[in-house]
């Protein structure tokens, strides 16, 4: 299983502190929202929680082990999408999905991304594909993944209230059987208080 350790962050951004002293643990089979207004810290905390950004002050821990000890391995158990989707247009949606998943066959992807909404796009260029479609492609890769820890940065951007449904319950499926999901998102979500922790972030204060 996992187990993320956020100990004392501090980030600084432009002369403003954009959050202190942030402490908070997510366990295996947690689901977990950060909130908070524009410009509070959301995206910069993903970062750090994903390793492409260090803190000011602080340390992110998984397992134990700060993440500059453990990176091939804490990377093998990551899942991160951010705001960009990460895929490449030149290639089509099947085969950015075997780009990503090689121990995925094609049968496998092609499910993926039927259960993401693109059944009948799988051969179109990326390139050709709407914003929302592009998303959903990213987003395929919550079907194939294998792991622990997913980190998504406003995942359902652009996607329809039925993907954002179908989004929804994969990430259940995927706590249910004790994965980890850490996000951020504007859109409500359908899901019962006691099935999600939010920590928001304030601008003078971090709350839990």
Known sequence: MGQLDAKALLCERDDRILFSNLSFQVNAGEWVQITGGNGAGKTTLLRLLTGLARPDAGEVCWQGQPLHRVRDSYHQDLLWIGHQPGIKTRLTALENLR?????????????????????GYEDLPVSQLSAGQQRRVALARLWLTRATLWILDEPFTAIDVNGVERLTRQMARHTGQGGMVILTTHQPLNVANDKIRRIALTPERVAS
Request: charged share 10%; glycine share 10%; with cysteine.
């Open 99 to 119: 780009f990503f998943h090689h121990h995925g066959d094609t049968q496998q992807c092609l499910e993926a991304l039927a259960q993401a909404g693109l059944a």
